[in-house]
């Protein structure tokens, strides 16, 4: 008896809608690859939350159904309104991101300029 190894790819909501239609199904290696290969943003990259996970092709079950795969699906595509724009539940997720950035970005250069207010204080002329 041969027995195959691969990976299932997790699924959790809000996703990316590049890898939405991949989550949760079983690939073989060469599935996998050719789905790495086609994706500009590939699994597992570039901020990518998902796992392929080792199983058995063909014997492992699924850790979702078809029913939590299309509710994971409806919620991440689920629009909501902010400032009179719509976005969707991944989209908000991104806004996020961006704003923490903006926050620790700001934070770090608000450190500097104490630093260097200090240092300038603290700073004697020698001639």
Known sequence: MRVFLFGKLSAHAPCAPDHLPYQGLQYSKAEYEDLQASLTRPIGEWNCRHVAYPIV???SGTANSKEELAEMERYSNE???IDGH???RYECTQLQRKLDMEMRKANFSHKAVQ?????????????
């Open 79 to 81: 629009k909501i309104e």
């Open 57 to 59: 092709l063909g014997v």
């Open 86 to 88: 719509e976005y969707t």
């Open 115 to 127: 630093v260097l207010r200090f240092s300038r204080r603290r700073c004697i002329i020698i001639k």
